[in-house]
């Protein structure tokens, strides 16, 4: 598809993008006008039969395209092959080799694993026979190490069986257990020594390479299944531009990586958490509470230099804003409940806690009940920690301040497609719900979605380095 405006180039990709449809996004000069140009290959082409309204009545059929998966990652699954099924068999086959079958679309997967193809990118069709390879071979290896784990009792007939399972030669043994290469190969025809000293050293080398051999599958199959996950584009050029305006990121937890795209799409909700951390701390004459706040951070998003920077424009200690400051760092759903039963004990010390802060509440609910079949046992567990948390805000007269996630609907075509997550277990168990989004000129929007003596009302505000300051 190809447009001479950007604005629509982008508008599109990212629509298609919600329909689930992933494409390329590429420029091309033509009479010296720049056109912008969008590429949809591979699986995502089959797609389009299923869109409900289109102006062309196409079937498309699935087409390969040079625009895939990039040279390194091929080159990492080659890497893998070769320290887990791509080596020397001795007098049998590999596992995978120049003999594969290409009926179930093992194609070309020799040569690539082999790095024998010039081809600088791997399409879906592909990378998905490569893993069906991975996860047969990884199923060879569990049953070769049920065999070896008891070899001393294996029949001449089962341990032939085992060392045509085997991913490497069972010559290459001859070192460890300090005989003749001959030696081994008459195993085969004589069967195992009755030495148990040598039984136990052939016993301990095989586990040893079978148990690496199944680690680094293992991590491969779940690389693979992170790739197909994503869309993968290739970095041309990397160079500084003069930008006068905010910039708003994604920190993806432990890598803090950036995510972008065509248009600017992330915005935070943080600011807000570190604006009322240090607010609580001032006077009441002055609109404090004049307590401290408790910080549980799910995301990895709590930023000391920025507290810093807030409790000097209010003209505060920063040191001992600091220093009443608390926050700890949550890794999972259970953590994240077990932190916030605690603070009835840190309160209990007597820590004038007058915030409880959760950023984010629903991250890791998300990651660790997944799918549908998941949703009846995480909106429980939501709902007793939800119980906790009104629990400390009703009986220590504590204010609790959570952020949300939102997710896209890509069956709304018109309107605000967003949607908080979390269901209704969350909405009622929230007294005020408030929507953050982008304005214009640099501005933000906070929009009262649902009070309980409170019309519906939008403020305007601005996040600087001095703090949130109304507009």
């Avoid at 609109?287 to 706040?293: E, L």
Wanted: aromatic residues 8%; charged residues 25%.
């Amino acid at each position: 598809m190809t447009t001479h405006s950007e604005t629509l180039a982008n508008h599109l990709s990212y629509l298609l993008l919600r329909l689930g449809i992933r494409c390329s996004h590429t420029e091309k000069t033509v009479d010296g006008k720049i056109y912008f140009r969008l590429f949809v290959c591979g699986e995502d082409r089959m797609l389009f039969n299923t869109l409900p309204f289109k102006l062309k009545k196409s079937i498309y059929s699935f087409r390969n395209s040079k625009y895939g998966y990039p040279l390194p990652i091929i080159q990492h699954i080659a890497e893998t092959y070769a320290g887990t099924l791509g080596g020397n068999r001795g007098s049998h086959r590999k596992v995978i080799g120049k003999h594969a079958s290409y009926s179930k679309g093992e194609r070309y997967i020799y040569d690539t694993l082999n790095q024998r193809t010039e081809a600088n990118s791997l399409n879906d069709k592909t990378l998905l026979a490569i893993k069906f390879q991975f996860e047969e071979g990884l199923k060879v290896i569990k049953e070769v190490l049920q065999l070896t784990a008891r070899l001393e009792k294996l029949s001449k007939d089962e341990f032939n069986s085992l060392h045509k399972l085997l991913p490497f030669s069972f010559n290459k043994i001859h070192a460890s257990i300090v005989v003749k290469p001959s030696t081994t190969r008459n195993y085969m025809q004589r069967g195992l020594p009755k030495d148990p000293v040598k039984i136990e050293k052939i016993k301990s080398y095989i586990l040893q390479e079978l148990i690496l051999r199944e680690r680094d599958l293992s991590k491969a199959i779940a690389d693979i299944n992170n790739v197909l996950y994503f869309s993968w584009d290739t970095i041309t050029e990397i160079k500084p531009v003069d930008y006068d305006d905010y910039v708003y990121d994604l920190v993806v937890p432990e890598g803090h990586m950036f995510v972008g795209g065509n248009l600017p799409t992330i915005l935070h909700n943080t600011s807000l958490a570190h604006q009322l951390a240090v607010n609580v701390q001032l006077p009441k004459d002055k609109g404090g509470a004049d307590g401290i706040a408790v910080w549980i951070d799910s995301e990895g998003t709590i930023r000391p230099e920025y507290i810093v920077k807030l409790a000097l424009a209010q003209g505060l200690d920063s040191k001992e804003v600091l220093k009443n400051f608390r926050g700890v760092r949550s890794f999972n759903s259970d953590h994240q409940m077990l932190l916030t039963e605690n603070v009835e004990g840190l309160i209990k010390q007597g820590l004038l806690i007058k915030l409880v802060i959760v950023d984010s509440l629903m991250g890791h609910f998300r990651s660790d009940f997944s799918g549908r079949g998941q949703l009846a046992d995480r909106q429980q567990k939501l709902n007793k920690h939800l119980h906790v948390l009104l629990k400390l805000a009703t009986q220590y007269n504590l204010a609790v301040y959570v952020t949300n996630q939102v997710m896209s609907k890509p069956d709304v075509f018109f309107g605000d497609p967003t949607e908080a997550i979390g269901g209704h277990v969350l909405a009622h168990a929230s007294t005020y719900r408030i929507y953050l989004r982008r304005g214009k000129k640099g501005t933000r929007v906070a929009k009262l979605v649902d009070a309980p003596a409170l019309p519906e009302s939008e403020a305007i505000f601005q996040v600087t380095e001095e703090g949130i300051k109304d507009v």
